[in-house]
């Protein structure tokens, strides 16, 4: 137990220094290029589906974390499946659910709390990243259970070289804070998709 702990704690380890490096210069890069008003809104327009994702979990987490751990120790391997796809239906109905939440209410979001009617289409944008995001959660919930946290470090990485490239990209191309919702939402679109 001591042996696999190490070795899931070191692979973490590793995807999360990584990941939060390229995600940390990133970030400079994107400061600097969109300046600090169009930062600040980009930040805003992120704020909300960020918020509304709150709302995603309900412990599907933990559930598939226990059980795929407890199936896998009890050598039940053909019911992980299970427990993996009820999961992620469900993370994906929360999840389409809580994004056409976010989509709908963007103008009066936009308009009401943040006074700033014109960012509601990139409210729009990002709403897709509450699903995408629950997906990256089910990932990483089935790899801990199944102790392959390097899988998790690759899927971890992988959404940071994504959407920091994605982000840099598009505001270089002239796209400004749209550009930045953008490349997030791709990003996390991407890492949900190899995450699955």
Same mark, same amino acid.
């Given at each position: 137990?001591?042996?696999?702990?190490?070795?899931?704690?070191?692979?973490?380890?590793?995807?999360?220094?990584?990941?939060?490096?390229?995600?940390?210069?990133?970030?400079?890069?994107?400061?600097?290029?969109?300046?600090?008003?169009? #930062?600040? %809104? #980009?930040?805003?327009?992120?704020?909300?589906?960020?918020?509304?994702?709150?709302?995603?979990?309900?412990?599907?987490?933990?559930?598939?974390?226990?059980? +795929?751990?407890? #199936?896998?120790?009890?050598?039940?391997?053909?019911?992980?499946?299970?427990?993996?796809?009820?999961? %992620?239906?469900?993370?994906?109905?929360?999840?389409?659910?809580?994004?056409?939440?976010?989509?709908?209410?963007?103008?009066?979001?936009?308009?009401?709390?943040?006074?700033?009617?014109?960012?509601?289409? %990139?409210?729009?944008?990002?709403?897709?990243?509450?699903?995408?995001?629950?997906?990256?959660?089910?990932?990483?919930?089935?790899?801990?259970? #199944?102790?392959?946290?390097?899988?998790?470090?690759?899927?971890?990485?992988?959404?940071?070289?994504?959407?920091?490239? +994605?982000?840099?990209?598009?505001?270089?191309?002239?796209?400004?804070?749209?550009?930045? +919702?953008?490349?997030? +939402?791709?990003?996390?679109?991407?890492?949900? %998709?190899?995450?699955?």
């Amino acid at each position: 137990i001591a042996k696999v702990s190490v070795k899931g704690s070191f692979h973490l380890l590793w995807g999360l220094i990584v990941s939060t490096v390229i995600s940390s210069v990133g970030v400079i890069f994107i400061a600097r290029l969109l300046g600090s008003d169009l #930062y600040g %809104l #980009y930040t805003v327009v992120l704020s909300v589906p960020l918020f509304i994702g709150i709302f995603r979990d309900w412990g599907i987490n933990s559930a598939i974390v226990k059980f +795929t751990a407890q #199936y896998r120790a009890e050598g039940r391997i053909d019911e992980i499946r299970s427990i993996f796809l009820a999961g %992620l239906i469900f993370r994906v109905a929360i999840g389409l659910v809580l994004s056409f939440l976010s989509f709908f209410l963007a103008d009066f979001i936009a308009s009401a709390v943040f006074s700033r009617p014109f960012i509601a289409p %990139l409210i729009q944008i990002a709403s897709l990243s509450i699903l995408t995001s629950g997906l990256i959660n089910a990932a990483t919930a089935v790899f801990t259970g #199944y102790e392959r946290m390097a899988l998790n470090s690759i899927m971890l990485v992988c959404q940071s070289i994504f959407k920091t490239a +994605t982000i840099i990209g598009l505001v270089i191309l002239g796209f400004g804070a749209a550009g930045a +919702t953008i490349g997030y +939402t791709v990003g996390t679109v991407i890492a949900g %998709l190899i995450g699955i």
